[in-house]
């Protein structure tokens, strides 16, 4: 029998989905802009798209279903989102190579973005998000090629790195995110110290031989 998320995605024979969202959930992909200073470097927060997504959490991925899309810049225009080339599209992340999430309180009294995008949010200083951080080299869907052709059209000037970052009202995820996060790192200690012990065996053996 196959395993089917979503829209029809087909999830490996040994995959599972662990969580998924009832309704969209507004996501904003951001990107961690290190800029080069005349003293070191600081870092500095671009937004590069929101979007509304379904997320599905399972045992190897955290995807992204992405139903509409706008770049920061025209929702800044006062432009509505809309469909897109990336819409109804998956932007997929590996668990193993999500770096951090946390449960953060933002400060959205100058976000003016998110304001237009969640009306209810007009009069809120603050909101809670989940925060997450990832190695972009692994993720796969339009929307990886999508984040990288909008930042490079921004104004931030003498960028020396960047990392990748993902804000998501769905702070039902963070348990379950959290949860499989842990899972892959012991599953990962295993399988170090499962190499480590099989050197060691074949060091025993070599020396035995002698």
């Known amino acids: 029998m196959s395993r089917i998320a979503g829209m029809f995605k087909k999830l490996d024979s040994d995959e599972d989905v662990v969580f998924q969202t009832k309704t969209t959930t507004p996501t904003i992909f951001v990107k961690g802009a290190q800029v080069k200073k005349w003293r070191g470097t600081e870092t500095r927060e671009v937004p590069i798209a929101y979007s509304m997504a379904n997320l599905y959490l399972t045992n190897k991925r955290l995807m992204f279903?992405?139903?509409s899309e706008i770049e920061?810049?025209?929702?800044?225009e006062k432009k509505i989102l809309r469909l897109s080339d990336v819409a109804g599209t998956w932007f997929e992340i590996p668990v193993p190579t999500i770096d951090n999430v946390e449960?953060?309180?933002?400060d959205i009294r100058k976000d003016e973005n998110i304001k237009r995008l969640i009306s209810s949010l007009s009069k809120r200083k603050t909101v809670e998000l989940v925060q997450l951080i990832y190695n972009k080299q692994k993720t796969t869907g339009k929307m990886k090629e999508r984040?990288?052709?909008i930042f490079k059209t921004t104004?931030?000037?003498k960028v020396v790195g960047a990392i990748d970052k993902i804000y998501t009202m769905g702070k039902e995820v963070y348990p379950s995110l959290v949860k499989q996060i842990k899972l892959e790192a012991e599953k990962e200690r295993i399988e170090k110290l499962k190499k480590k012990l099989k050197k060691a065996r074949k060091k025993t053996r070599k020396i035995k031989r002698m």
Do not use: N, P
Request: aromatic fraction near 0%; hydrophobic fraction near 50%; charge should be negative.
């Open 65 to 67: 279903l992405i139903h």
């Open 72 to 76: 920061a810049s025209a929702l800044e």
């Open 103 to 106: 449960i953060v309180h933002k």
């Open 147 to 149: 984040i990288d052709s």
């Open 155 to 157: 104004d931030v000037k």
